[in-house]
């Protein structure tokens, strides 16, 4: 039988304190949409328990081994600051991080916009000059939900264009599901 090393017969309470120290605080974006959308996406979703950290380059304390990688995860989340380019992002991201990831995570910056909801209105109506002057409505409902699920999230930042604000009638902004 192996002998467990004597990092693991620390309290809880000091190794992750160790674990603090070893995980920088780091902001994340994604880099490469498509790189995301074939490889991170679907890894994340073949993970509901969020074990799977699309993040992991550079956290060399997560490729330890499995137990310092559970113990040291959430941590990671926590440390972490998510940059995002639209709601289409963000619902990506909170899907691969899995339940443990959306349990962990405390700060989220992105526009409240939407590139396939952009998208659908030009299929709809070519003709219309104002699709990016009107409020996202696919999936919102679904991007409030899983924010929902992120109990720790403490810092959160949604960004509107200026053209927006302008263009909209406050009382749609009170009326609008996700905001």
């Known amino acids: 039988p192996g002998t467990i090393p004597m990092f693991f017969k620390l309290p809880t309470e000091i190794r992750d304190r160790i674990y603090t120290f070893a ?3 780091g902001r994340w974006n994604i880099q490469n949409v498509t790189s995301f959308d074939t490889v991170n996406l679907p890894g994340g979703i073949g993970d509901l328990g969020g074990f799977y950290f699309p993040l992991s380059r550079g ?4 490729l330890v081994n499995r137990q310092m990688r559970q113990e040291a995860l959430p941590l990671a989340y926590r440390t972490t600051s998510f940059h995002l380019d639209d709601l289409d992002d963000l619902l990506k991201l ?5 339940d443990s990831g959306r349990q ?3 700060s989220a910056y992105f526009p409240w916009e939407s590139r396939s909801d952009l998208e659908r209105k030009w299929d709809e109506t070519p003709d219309a000059d104002d ?4 409020l996202p409505n696919l999936h919102v409902a679904e991007c ?4 929902e699920q992120c109990r720790r999230l403490r810092f959160i930042r949604l960004y509107i264009e200026h053209n927006l604000m302008d263009a909209v009638d406050p009382e749609v902004f009170k009326t609008d599901p996700g905001i």
């Open 23 to 25: 995980l920088v605080r």
């Open 59 to 62: 956290l060399e304390v997560l």
């Open 94 to 98: 909170l899907i691969a991080v899995g």
């Open 104 to 106: 962990n995570i405390e």
């Open 131 to 134: 699709h990016s002057l009107q």
């Open 144 to 147: 409030v939900k899983l924010l």
